[in-house]
């Protein structure tokens, strides 16, 4: 069959051949078995019901076998044998353009360039799932050939529950992931939900099929890294930038810290992912000797050198060495996936990566013990730096989180609302009072023709709009502008693609409006193909998360999670192509709502109602939750809406002086 054939026809109507289990690509670790008897013969009956009864006495053995070797169901045998990769838009079947745009995403997603353990559908974080198998791919992909723009596809948790009629300015798609009741969202319920084959773990871009590979990231690293520079006062030429974590969207830090201009190093337990990182040019150098990397690092302070190292090793050794031979770390945090801590999210110091999967699998509760114990020395080794200056920062990965309730000496002396962590969130120093507030946030775009010229027009495009913004720009938000400037000019020359060729920008929704009709138009004359825009969930709207996207709300409201829900509802009626909205994500199941979107610009006088339309709530709506909460730089950004759009009308809070209460 041709590509495009393989597409439409869903699930086979004859059994492909089994697939052999390739040792050479990242795998995701064996998920602990959590199944009663009882419950393992349901999780079979649903993994069954995709398939003709005809096919279930030969099928039932082997997603037996998946089951207790992996802990999941993937199917492996449906896994498809071409490819899988963001092509031009024009290469897949379909009579909706829009449908065609997220069968590109989607792949985009699944890429083995992009995803962190493409075989069982994960793109990053360890968990972070596109389909719980390749039925719900394939079945997936012959809905959006065959879908029209009078109809949509809803998503159960990976499901494709099936098309609907609805009208061409509904979205295409809408996605749900871990919509668990409350009570029922705890990691073990995540575990035995997802081992039944009926709910997922979507993370944030992952499920919403709007990861662009790190760079999605790396932006807004940059920023972090560059104003945590900023807040200690210091240069970033010759400073130490010291963190974890290499796999998926943590292994853009690296790169980051080459663009910010300081010494970054990075450990990395999985050998893999670190060789894939130093072959992507994400890391300049990798070392296993502790020894060696103090030298190299004295070597780099000296000649106040830029530089990524990676540490092939535990970071908590990489802490202690650095205190043992006193060398002065300057801004320090850790990305490891820590909203996922017993299923390969952290692992324990001590132990070599094959001992601690193989513990993690068939002795959970101790590897449980093992981390929490090496939490404990983790924070330890952090404390005494902090001791000697090191700002440290949690970067919004549950560290902090996952530290107390090992019981590790991270809590505040004189904790206050909102601050009962000895360490700020990196939002409540850095993103949300410097961006957020000011609504300033990861907008995203993808060339949909594949094409770099196109990326290389759509940047340069970018740029003008943005300097002929900042003319007019308030003096509060011209460091934003500047940085994002800068950025651009550089996107080129620092290599950021994988997958897709994709864009991240932080804008505020002046700027994500006008790029985005500079877009469209630019598409209407024929100088550039189609483009699909969209954004992190990390942003100003998308996602209430009290320990970090809504860490420096201090109203009380930071656990209330109206905001997200209002956001993918609202941008649902304004044009949006996609919406997602997820439970967990970056911070771990039950810790967090979040919601994306995409949009496909054709070039149209509709696309363009659109993007105006929901892109200017997409952003206003969270600085309106901001500036309810009393944030000083929110207060100003929604009333400066508010003089540019007269139908805009917010309340206001009033403030209270502090000395009559």
């Not at 200690?232 to 080459?258: C, D, V, W």
């Not at 410097?434 to 970018?462: N, Q």
Request: aromatic share 10%.
């Amino acid at each position: 069959m041709t590509f495009k054939e393989n597409i439409q026809q869903g699930i086979p109507s004859v059994l492909p051949e089994p697939k052999t289990y390739d040792p050479q690509i990242n795998h995701a670790p064996k998920r602990k078995e959590i199944l009663t008897d009882e419950e393992i013969k349901l999780a079979l009956k649903n993994a069954l019901r995709y398939f003709e009864p005809k096919f279930h006495a030969e099928l039932l053995p082997e997603f037996r076998k998946e089951l207790q070797d992996f802990g999941r169901i993937y199917m492996f045998r449906f896994r498809p044998d071409y490819d899988i990769k963001a092509r031009n838009i024009s290469e897949y079947p379909g009579k909706s353009e829009q449908a065609k745009a997220i069968i590109l995403m989607i792949q985009n997603n699944l890429d083995y360039a992009v995803a962190q353990h493409p075989h069982e559908l994960i793109t990053y974080g360890g968990n972070g799932a596109v389909f719980q198998n390749w039925a719900q791919y394939l079945l997936t992909m012959k809905y959006l050939s065959e879908m029209t723009d009078e109809q949509t596809l809803s998503m159960y948790s990976g499901h494709p529950m099936g098309l609907f009629p609805s009208h061409k300015d509904a979205p295409r798609v809408v996605v749900t992931n871990g919509m668990v009741i409350p009570n029922y969202s705890k990691p073990d319920d995540w575990e035995k939900f997802n081992a039944l084959g009926v709910s997922q773990y979507g993370q944030m871009t992952a499920g919403s099929f709007m990861y662009i590979g790190p760079q999605g990231i790396v932006h807004g690293t940059t920023i972090t890294v560059l104003n945590a520079f900023r807040k200690i006062k210091k240069e970033p030429k010759g400073g130490i930038f010291l963190t974890s974590g290499l796999g998926g969207m943590s292994g853009a830090q690296p790169k980051a810290g080459n663009i910010a201009g300081c010494i970054t190093i990075c450990a990395e337990v999985n050998p893999k992912i670190t060789k894939i990182r130093h072959e992507q040019n994400w890391i300049d150098e990798i070392h296993a000797n502790l020894d060696e990397l103090v030298e190299r690092v004295k070597k780099a302070q000296e000649s106040k050198e830029t530089v990524s190292l990676a540490y092939l090793g535990n970071i908590v050794e990489v802490w202690e060495k650095f205190d043992e031979e006193n060398l002065k770390i300057d801004i320090g945090s850790d990305q490891t996936s820590l909203h996922n801590p017993w299923a390969g999210g952290y692992y324990p110091v001590g132990i070599s990566f094959e001992e601690a999967n193989q513990m993690m699998a068939e002795n959970p509760e101790l590897f449980k013990e093992k981390v929490q114990e090496s939490l404990r020395r983790h924070a330890k080794a952090i404390n005494k730096h902090t001791e000697k200056g090191t700002y440290f920062f949690d970067y919004g990965n549950a560290f902090l989180l996952e530290a107390s309730r090992a019981g590790a000496d991270v809590m505040a002396a004189n904790p206050t609302l909102g601050r009962e962590f000895k360490y700020p969130s990196y939002v409540q120093d850095i993103m949300g009072p410097m961006c957020f507030d000011y609504g300033f946030g990861p907008f995203r775009w993808v060339c949909a023709s594949g094409k770099s010229e196109d990326l290389e027009k759509t940047d340069k495009i970018a740029c003008e709009v943005l300097e002929e913004i900042m003319k007019d720009s308030p003096q509060e938000i011209q460091q934003q502008m500047q940085d994002n400037i800068t950025w651009i000019k550089g996107a080129q020359d620092n290599n950021l693609v994988v997958g897709s060729q994709a864009r991240i920008l932080y804008a505020d929704a002046e700027g994500r409006m006008k790029i985005a009709e500079a877009f469209n138009t630019a598409i209407r004359k024929g100088s550039i193909g189609p483009v699909i825009l969209g954004r992190d969930h990390h942003d100003v709207s998308g996602t209430d998360s009290p320990y970090r996207e809504t860490s420096n709300i201090y109203d009380g409201s930071r656990f209330t999670a109206d905001m997200a829900i209002q956001n993918v509802i609202g941008d649902s009626f304004r044009g949006a192509t996609w919406v997602s909205i997820h439970n967990g994500g970056g911070v771990g199941w039950g810790e967090v709502i979040n919601g994306g979107f995409g949009m496909l610009l054709d070039g149209s006088a509709d696309a363009e109602r659109r993007l105006k339309s929901m892109l200017f709530w997409d952003v206003n709506n969270g600085i309106s939750r901001r500036s309810w909460a009393r944030n000083e730089g929110a207060i100003f950004a929604i009333k400066r809406a508010m003089e540019i759009e007269p139908q805009l009308k917010v309340t206001i809070p009033n403030i209270v002086d502090e000395n009559l209460l």
